[in-house]
């Protein structure tokens, strides 16, 4: 059953522009994306080496891998954290072959309001003008930009499939750059929307680690929990069409800024202003349960929150969600005893977080404990799914999340 009986007005009124042969122009429907990071701000972690403060320069070039169908593009360059505007001297897109190189006869410019040089302003994100680049789902994109001035790193994501490729001077054009310095972060490009050939659906994977991937063979994307549950939402004859897209941010919290704002600050930026965006799957809140062992260690101050503060920051993404006519869907907290985070406190924190989520009627439900917990110890991961922190999913694990996510409800 549908939980929006205003959608059937709407598929008539379809359906009667259809039989006029009137037909809905396409619309700009994301296809990727990554959750911005704060540069300046990322917390150092026992043990990590400290990211030096570092000026951006010349090219810098980013592959993607699109997950829907498309006959144009448009990129979304962010200056969420910036502190001057990001001038962009030229910048291309085109059809990748691996490695951030591209194809050459591929390549089409960039531009935002006709314009081939633009900048975004400090605070703020611009989408680019649509260029006509045919795309399918799982290939990989080249997003390639020269800027105009060298520019702090700001606005990142940590840990992303390929990073970014740096080169001197304008390369955007080329098929491979030239004296090229590799970095294991994502640059201020955090969107792409593709112009599908049908209506498609949109369904956005909210959390942290977990979610972005962590554990599951070095965060490959191919391996990603996300990227697998598109991979089986797609080409399925006589269904809608779903794209899957990544919010994932290592380390973050529901409640508190860690390693990128909180769940509960990002929530709007990172879903619900997502081109198109129709679902939600939320699965976040270990990091806030599991901080409470290290409590005046690695954040002094750090005051655990209770179960109940986790449930209703959970209660609040769902009310925001389902506000803005989005379909929710609820993920149990994971198992972890046997990792750092794990304590008979936590765990009954989990298990009460997870009760509350089981005894929903109003929202989607997919039971990630249930289907990853060792049968013999429901407090830790199988062993087939663990990556060996006893806390994120191996590449059987997130196939297995894959599966048990792939519910009904995404197809409406």
Known sequence: MSFFPWRRVGAALVFGLAALGVHAA???????AAAPQNFDVLPQLPGVPAAPKWMVQGTVRQQLTVALDGSQVRVRFSNRFGQRPLRIAAATVALGTGGGNLSPGTVQPLVMGGRAAFEVPAGQERWTDGAALAVRAGQPLVVSFALAESVPATVVHRLPPE????????????AQLKDVQRKPWNLFVTGLDVKPPT???VLVAFGDSITEGSGAESGAEAARYPQRLGVRLQGVAGRTPVSVINAGIGGNRLLA?????SGMSRFDADVLQQSGATHVLVLIGINDIGFGTFQG??????NPPTAQALIDGLQQLVDRG????LKVLLGTLLPFEGSGYWSEANEAKREAVNRWIRGRQDVAV???DAALRDPSDARRLAA???SGDHLHPNAAGTAAMAQVADVPLLRE
């Open 366 to 368: 997919v039971d990630f």
């Open 322 to 325: 389902r506000g803005r006519g």
């Open 257 to 261: 800024d860690f390693t990128g704002p």
């Open 199 to 201: 209506p498609a659906n």
């Open 163 to 174: 990073g970014a490729w740096l080169a001197p001077g304008n390369q955007t054009g080329a």
């Open 297 to 302: 260690k690695l954040l002094p101050g750090f």
């Open 26 to 32: 396409p619309a700009w429907t994301a296809a990727w």
């Open 384 to 386: 087939r799914y663990d």
